[in-house]
């Protein structure tokens, strides 16, 4: 690690610890810390870590962050009263998860930065509640298998019937067991042990996916810290579905990057491993989005390395994005709230790679695919996944 990448790691384990932090030396690269902040959205945390010795501009800079969180977080508050209100005022069943209820453990809940709040409802209860939100003024931006998202004066929310939807065979078994999500309900929220299960196996859903950052790891350490859990419980739930040792590694990071000893088994991280991990969720960002090498992820998920048959799977793939995929890219955006015209854009996209010349440079990387899949495997297995 370089030293603004050790800064970093050591002021989120201050944050967590409640400890005022002292700079270990002097001259630092101020920039390349306010990027870490900026790529994994803890910018606060790194100004009301350091706003008694950050040097002009950076100091106005972190502050600005702290500010512009300060007021997303008034604002998200607010539209979220009006979510909780459609739900008790229909007699709808929910709770919610993530951010929205991790934030209030941190030593300044208002720090822990989210895109979108999360909330679960029973799957029946979609259509209605549907109904009494645009009412209310949210607009449907996508309905999905099991999510269906709303926003409101520029909050986002994503309302699940589901934890965890099963998108891969060996998925299985996780979303049925984060299906029992509702005998862990108590007044309205999922009981902290439950709670840390499912955020394992969400940092492991990210992680096949399109990563994992430094928050993410950070909700685990506060939660660890903070709540009286049942490990026996959530050791024999991961122990089940294979992914104690992937937990047992997630619980060593943590004690080494943040200082947090409160787990009561981790793994010792070897120092290969410890660094080329830590290198790893840097470069990645909050959810991998700053690492590009994290959509090789689904190559693997889906089999699509193997034969003739997985080339030609990938090959599909790699020519009709999916719609997610698809509305990243500003010359898709008229797709956004609108999957119905996915088709369409696959067309236009066709055309476009046509006309352009590029056709040849969306297969280049097909005879990379071997390789690529044999990486992602190793850094798979090194995580125990």
């Known amino acids: 690690m370089d030293r603004e990448q050790k800064l970093f790691l050591m002021l989120l384990g201050d944050f967590l610890n409640e400890r005022e932090s002292v700079l ?15 790529k994994h959205n803890l910018c606060g945390i790194v100004y009301e870590q350091l706003r008694h010795v950050l040097p002009e501009p950076f100091l106005s800079r972190f502050r600005s962050d702290y ?17 909780t209100a459609v739900l008790e005022e229909n007699g709808m069943e929910f709770f919610y998860v993530k951010g929205d209820v991790v934030g209030r453990l941190y030593t300044n809940p208002v720090l822990r930065s989210m895109s979108d709040v999360d909330v679960m409802v029973r799957r029946e209860a979609l259509p209605m509640l549907h109904e009494r939100l645009l009412e209310t003024g949210f607009e449907c931006t996508e309905q999905g298998i099991s999510v269906w998202s709303y926003q409101k004066e520029g909050v986002a929310f994503e309302v699940h019937s589901a934890l965890i939807r099963s998108a891969h065979r060996e998925d299985d078994a996780v979303a049925q067991a984060m299906g029992r999500c509702w005998e ?32 993410q790891f950070l909700d685990i350490a506060f939660v660890a ?33 943040f200082d947090c000893s409160v787990f009561p ?40 390395s193997e034969g003739l048959f997985g080339l030609f799977l990938h090959a599909l793939a790699v020519l009709f994005p999916g719609y ?8 898709y955006s008229f797709l956004e709230g609108k999957p119905v015209l996915l088709p369409l854009a ?19 990387g097909l005879s990379q695919l071997k390789g690529k899949a044999r990486k992602r495997r190793e850094i798979y297995a090194q995580w125990e996944l």
Request: a negative charge.
């Open 225 to 257: 810290k903070r709540c009286a859990l049942d490990w026996a419980q959530i050791r024999r739930e991961l122990e089940e579905l294979g992914l104690w040792n992937f937990a047992l590694k997630v619980f060593g990071l943590c004690e080494h990057w």
């Open 265 to 304: 088994q981790r793994t010792e991280p070897d120092e290969d491993f410890f660094r080329q991990a830590t290198e790893f969720i840097i470069q990645n960002g909050v959810f991998g989005y700053g690492n590009e090498e994290n959509k090789d992820n689904e190559i693997v998920n889906t089999g699509r």
């Open 184 to 215: 862990h309900v108590r007044d309205g929220e999922l009981d902290w042990s439950f709670h840390m299960l499912y955020l394992l196996l969400h940092l492991r859903k990210h992680f096949r996916v399109r990563g994992v950052g430094f928050r």
């Open 346 to 364: 696959w067309v236009y996209r066709i055309v476009y790679l046509i006309r352009e010349g590029k056709l040849r440079e969306v297969f280049s």
């Open 67 to 83: 500010l512009a969180e300060l007021v997303r977080c008034r604002h998200r508050k607010s539209v979220t009263g009006e979510m």
């Open 24 to 38: 270990p030396e002097a001259g630092y690269d101020w920039e390349t810390l306010h990027l870490y902040g900026m």
């Open 324 to 331: 997610r995929d698809m509305c990243e890219t500003e010359r």
